[in-house]
């Protein structure tokens, strides 16, 4: 996986006996590769935008069926022929390319240090130049032995090429010296430039054809600056590679401004007038829009967040069940309790209560002594008890 690049790289060295021309043509190998990737990828994002309007009224009309919605969702897509990964399958592609290069990269001015060292130390033996075991030099990773890069890096101690040693980093040329870390430094500084140079060229195209908030395109325009200013502790032979990758990405990016959006009838400005499109469809039906996350939002609430006067304070406070305080404002017969005896271990209710008020003992005790009595004078047939 490494082997190749590399092997392409010592070949255009072979070629120009000049590392930072090597690295250049590498540079714009790998350009040529993904550049089409790239082209695909923006591509198949416009041609979703422009599905825009027709995709929110799919969403409108079927937001309380998600299964139907993906059916006619894949049939959108069947009809127009779009793919709806085709915008990002080719981005992720590109992410080996870039660690493939780190390591490549790095590999030119590779030093073993720690468990690596005793396999090293007997690779300089065996060559004969075990004087050299105590300082040893490069022995670069991923090329062929034979080969002219391989053999120009063997046992050295810095890789020269425009006055500046591509094996150190903007942050150890400092603290070696600031009068020679200040080119070095300046090197990060022109990789910054051109970073914000691309995202600038990519801002104004989102202007054109706006997919993304104000301060999103904020945050893109200037994170790679900010991805720059770790450079100072990358080699700076992955600097010089950088610079030279940014200059083509460049180019490129002014081919799709060109080929996207120099025209009114280009794909890009269909795209433009179709996410406007989508946008008045999502005035008019504001309950459906807000893209997938709100229509998630709103299967999880079910399919009571959708019926008419949800979240309307007016109807759901009509239908709230009557409180305490209003059943008891309801007129109706006052309920009397049957018992005369206060229970026992329970407090007496206070005689503001409502109700009859419960008497006490020996009014308890007189009136069931008079019920007895009552009970026995009406008795028929009763005899009369002698005192």
């Known amino acids: 996986m490494f082997e190749i690049p590399a092997a392409l790289l010592s070949w255009f060295y072979g070629l120009t006996n000049s590392y930072t021309i090597a690295i250049a043509m590498i540079a714009a190998v790998v350009m040529a590769i993904t550049t089409p990737l790239t082209l695909k990828s923006t591509k198949g994002m416009l041609e979703m ?16 069926d998600r299964t139907k919605l993906n059916e ?10 779009v793919n709806p990964m085709a915008s990002c399958l080719p981005l992720l592609a590109q992410a080996p390319v870039f660690y493939i290069m780190f390591r490549v990269m790095r590999g ?40 002219a ?38 090197l990060v500084v022109l990789l910054g430039a051109l970073y914000f140079a691309q995202q600038r060229m990519v801002a104004a195209r989102a202007s054109i054809s706006p ?33 030279f990758q940014t200059i083509f990405r460049i180019m490129q990016q002014a081919y799709i401004t060109r ?11 269909q795209a433009q007038r179709a996410g406007e499109s989508a946008r008045e469809e999502a005035k008019k039906n504001p309950d459906g829009g807000g893209g997938f996350f709100a229509q998630a939002k709103r299967d999880l609430a079910g399919p009571a967040a959708d019926t008419k006067g949800a979240g309307n304070p007016k109807n759901s406070s009509a239908k709230k ?17 049957k018992r005369v005896t206060p229970p026992k271990n329970r407090p007496t209710p206070s005689s503001g209560a409502k109700g009859r008020p419960t008497p006490t003992r020996q009014e308890a005790q007189a009136n069931k002594t008079k019920s007895k009595k009552s009970s026995k004078s009406t008795r028929p047939n009763s005899p009369k008890k002698s005192s």
């Open 108 to 147: 030119m001015a590779y030093r073993p240090v720690g468990a690596a060292r005793p396999v090293s130390d007997a690779v300089w033996t065996a060559f004969g130049r075990a004087d050299e075991v105590a300082d040893p030099g490069f022995i670069p990773r991923y090329l062929a032995i034979d080969s």
């Open 211 to 243: 997919t993304m908030s104000a301060g999103q395109q904020k945050l893109m325009q200037y994170l790679p600056v900010f991805f720059a200013i770790f450079q100072i502790f990358f080699l700076a032979a992955l600097v010089v590679y950088y610079v």
């Open 321 to 337: 069940p009557p409180t305490k305080d209003a059943t008891a404002a309801k007129p109706g017969p006052t309920p009397t309790s």
């Open 49 to 64: 935008q422009k599905l825009a309007p027709e995709m929110r009224k799919l969403q409108n009309e079927y937001r309380n």
């Open 149 to 186: 890069l391989y053999k120009s890096l063997f046992g050295e101690q810095s890789i020269m090429s425009l006055g500046l040693d591509l094996s150190k980093s903007a942050a150890q040329a400092v603290g070696d010296g600031f009068g020679t870390g200040i080119w070095y430094v300046l």
């Open 259 to 269: 080929a996207f959006y120099g025209h009114d009838e280009s794909l890009g400005r």
């Open 72 to 81: 006619e969702m894949m049939k959108l897509y069947q009809e127009h022929k």
